[in-house]
């Protein structure tokens, strides 16, 4: 039978068949072969309101939110869901997440100030940051917010005279840096020394010491995050497990019994969902997982001489990538195992009655918003190259590893493995050149493809039901050579082409999928583009216009 079945995660009870392998039930869907968001045709909405366009669904934000508030159920005790405002910080976003019965996280005294405007109270708002100036503390303790997660003494020492000179107490949390490594992006760890987050666990404690009777200072809670996009879920049980170590110490050092511990965020998105790379047989996969957990390749020899020789970084590299992109676990399950080591260790110490009127905290911000968010772009301008002038050299180096791969493949081993092998061989002589798509969305909207080489699904908006098996070169509108869909480097760390339907035109809409993280809130005028128009599908099924496309008027706004 043709097709995909999916179960919904939050109910757990519907079973559909699916006919691509992206669609997500009632909300992404391919219809008569158009993609339709939350039943509303993503081409219509194109012609409507323009492209590039984010498209944003306010019932996959809200399930989102119900699948997280699952946490509460694996553990015993009440959880504050705080959105980590930097993900995507357009006011209907917000007031749909507060809506949606979530708080909210902030990181400057702007996102405090549209949490407050957008309907948050003092009380649904924590403030992170590593370089928070006065007027932002002054901010948070006039609106008296749950916490301002504290990053080093000296700003602790800030928070206490600023409180002092406005006559209020803050309610502080310290943010530890606990030394938890996660395999996501380098640039995404934020629990590790080298990382510029947070105090060591001995500065909180000299902290708790010295300000435990502060009239100025609520000390309420610990805080840490470890990372985004983490891709195993047991650095949860890590983190919980060094947050009750401190909850104790604490207690026991000092007496302060604390009112809160923050896991921070970083639940993963399923970047990989619906990405028809070449599975690889089961056998090699396994011997593939064997020789990256053993570190080495094992090579016998006939006259019976073993061999070990160094597994290739970038095999590594590209294992871990995969494994990152198409991370996928319920944030309840990664919580609940880690809850139970927790309440295990509370009964071993005789520290129960410090789990007593705890509140957790979690801060996603990329697992309420990325997949309920889409990108529409047009195809603006098409090109023929020929591949052979650049590529002889590595046309050859591409025969040579065809040999290659196929000598290990009948050794058991294929080398072909990954999410970003395209299945065409442009080894293939009958093939002289490759088709170049320039569309109108770069990385002026889509910075982390270029500075992470991070990868988002590309599918036809108007042929979605279409087989997507010719490869393309792909690349947006800038006045860049970095602003490609594929890693310039050669480095393999995004795609080289891009499977689409055969011949795209100028004009075909394409969708970027689980785009609504760090994309728009990252997005810039560079080269005098305009930042685009974002709708909203409410949940009655009505398209509202939540940001204007920006005019020629907004380009020059404050230049004087
Ligand atoms: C302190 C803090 N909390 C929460 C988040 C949100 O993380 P994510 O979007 O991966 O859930 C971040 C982002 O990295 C962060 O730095």
Same mark, same amino acid.
Do not use: C, H, M, W
């Given at each position: 039978m043709d097709g995909f079945y999916l179960v919904d995660v939050v109910s757990k009870t519907t079973i559909q068949l699916m006919k691509q392998p992206w669609e997500i039930q009632d909300f992404l869907t391919s219809e008569n072969g158009q993609l339709h968001i939350d039943d509303v045709k993503a081409v219509e909405l194109a012609k409507e309101f323009g492209s590039p366009l984010f498209v944003f669904s306010e019932g996959r934000i809200k399930h989102n939110i119900a699948r997280l508030r699952r946490v509460e159920t694996v553990i015993d005790c009440p959880l504050k869901i705080c959105y980590?405002?930097?993900?995507? *910080?357009n006011m209907a976003i917000l007031r749909a997440v507060r809506e949606a019965g979530s708080d909210l996280e902030v990181n400057s005294g702007g996102e405090l100030w549209k949490a407050l405007k957008a309907? =948050? $109270?003092?009380?649904q708002i924590i403030f992170n940051g590593t370089s928070k100036e006065v007027w932002e503390i002054e901010m948070a303790v006039e609106a008296e917010? %749950?916490?301002? #997660?504290?990053?080093?003494l000296y700003e602790l020492s800030l928070i206490s005279d600023t409180a002092k000179r406005l006559g209020k107490r803050a309610n502080v949390s310290l943010r530890l840096v606990p030394e938890i490594e996660t395999n996501t992006h380098s640039g995404l #760890? !934020?629990? @590790? @020394?080298?990382?510029? =987050?947070g105090m060591m666990p001995d500065e909180a404690f000299a902290a708790f010491r010295e300000y435990k009777d502060s009239p100025e200072l609520n000390l309420a809670g610990v805080h840490l995050h470890i990372g985004s #996009?983490? /891709?195993? /879920?047991d650095v949860y049980t890590e983190a919980l497990e060094i947050l009750f170590a401190n909850l104790l110490l604490v207690y026991k050092e000092t007496g302060v019994k604390l009112s809160h511990i923050n896991l921070g965020g970083g639940f993963p998105v399923n %970047? *990989? $969902?619906?990405? !028809?790379y070449p599975e690889l047989p089961e056998k090699a996969q396994k011997e593939m997982e064997d020789i990256l957990e053993k570190g080495y390749i094992e090579s016998k020899y006939s006259d019976g001489r073993v061999i070990r020789s160094p597994i290739p970084k970038e095999w590594v590299e590209s294992a871990a990538r995969e494994k990152m992109f198409a991370a996928d676990y319920e944030p309840d399950s990664a919580i609940a195992d880690a809850w139970k080591q927790l309440r295990a260790k509370a009964s071993e110490t005789g520290a129960e009655e410090l789990i007593d009127g705890l509140t957790v905290l979690l801060e996603p911000g990329r697992s309420i918003i990325a997949d309920a968010g889409i990108c529409l772009t047009t195809v603006r301008n098409i090109k023929e190259r020929p591949i052979s002038n650049i590529s002889d050299s590595m046309k050859s180096y591409g025969e040579a590893k065809l040999e290659a791969d196929k000598e290990k493949s009948e050794n058991g081993l294929n080398l072909s493995f990954g999410m970003y092998a395209t299945g065409f061989s442009f080894t293939d002589p009958a093939i002289t050149s490759e088709r170049w798509l320039l569309t109108d969305a770069g990385f002026n909207i889509l910075l982390s493809m270029e500075t992470y080489k991070w990868y988002y699904q590309l599918v036809s908006a108007q042929r979605s039901d279409a087989d997507h098996d010719s490869p393309y070169k792909v690349a947006g509108p800038l006045c860049d050579g970095g602003d490609v869909y594929f890693d310039i480097e050669g480095e393999g760390r995004l795609p080289d082409h891009r499977s689409l339907p055969e011949d795209v035109q100028p004009g075909e809409v394409l969708a970027l999928l689980n785009c609504g993280a760090y994309s728009f809130a990252q997005a810039m005028e560079y080269n005098g583009r305009f930042l685009p128009a974002m709708v909203m599908i409410k949940e009655n099924g009505d398209p509202e216009l939540i940001r204007k496309r920006d005019t020629f008027e907004d380009l020059i706004r404050n230049d004087l």
């Open positions: 980590a405002a930097k993900a995507l *910080s309907g =948050f $109270r003092g009380d917010i %749950y916490a301002i #997660q504290v990053d080093s #760890q !934020t629990a @590790l @020394l080298t990382s510029k =987050f #996009q983490n /891709p195993e /879920p %970047y *990989s $969902r619906g990405n !028809t």
